[in-house]
């Protein structure tokens, strides 16, 4: 199947500092890839819908000012946690929407990078 | 409203076969996805229905029914490492993701 990666896997940091997370879809173009975050034993919870060459759309509650999405290429979304608090503290996820597919896969589908963990101090 | 209803937790035996049932309401429709999550990852892609029936991929198979909202994941020859949570989540019409809380697999010797 198709291949999401992120970086970094786990980031620890001071409250205050910004942590930017990257998110690149290795073998395929992703004109819309999506930001989650899930806290320990809930459901994930959808931030932000990027897409390639516009702005994001942010779900209801989540801070746009706080949560800076880049979506620059058909490649790589980021998503930047501007002045982290501890309560930003959480698992999140990026995915991305692929339209490619042979035989054994569906032609569409939404496939996830492994997570980055972020722990503010 | 959009929701996704499935079971919070299952147990099953290894070796058996188990079912995990999803229903769904959501805006317009245009798939149902399976995940795999194991505590602590992210999840991972199992089966994506968007036509009536039933989809088999080895060990696993997924159903769907649009007409009742309905969907399910079987599971056969149920192993130890199938232990995780199974998400349900539903494609509305304009493709946002409707997620279920996730069914919680616990395999049994």
């Known amino acids: 199947g198709a291949v999401v990666s992120q970086h970094p896997s786990r980031v620890i940091c001071k409250s205050g500092t910004s942590v930017k997370i990257e998110c690149r879809s290795l073998?395929?173009?992703?004109?819309?890839m999506f930001w989650y975050r899930q806290f320990p034993k809930q459901s994930l919870m959808l931030m932000a819908t990027s897409n390639e060459g516009s702005k994001a759309t942010y779900e209801q509650g989540v801070e746009k000012d706080k949560f800076l999405i880049n979506h620059a290429s058909l490649t790589l979304s980021t998503l930047t946690v501007t002045s982290a608090h501890p309560e930003d503290s959480s698992f999140y996820i990026c995915?991305?929407?692929?339209?490619?597919?042979?035989?054994?896969?569906?032609?569409?589908?939404?496939?996830f990078g492994p997570g980055t963990r972020l722990l503010v101090l | 409203g959009q929701n996704i209803d499935q079971p919070t937790e299952m147990t099953a035996t290894e070796g058996a076969i188990v079912q995990i049932n999803c229903t769904y309401q959501t805006s317009g429709f245009n798939g149902l996805f399976w995940y795999q999550q194991h505590a602590g990852e992210a999840p991972t892609f199992l089966s994506y229905?968007?036509l009536d029936g039933l989809e088999e991929k080895g060990r696993f198979s997924s159903f769907l029914s649009r007409s009742k909202g309905y969907s399910y994941l079987l599971l056969k020859e149920l192993q130890m490492k199938d232990s995780a949570s199974y998400l349900c989540a539903a494609w509305n019409s304009n493709y946002q993701l409707i997620w279920g809380a996730g069914t919680k697999l616990i395999i049994k010797p």
């Open positions: 073998d395929f173009q992703a004109t819309t």
């Open positions: 995915s991305a929407r692929s339209y490619s597919g042979g035989a054994s896969a569906p032609q569409e589908t939404q496939y």
């Open positions: 229905n968007v």
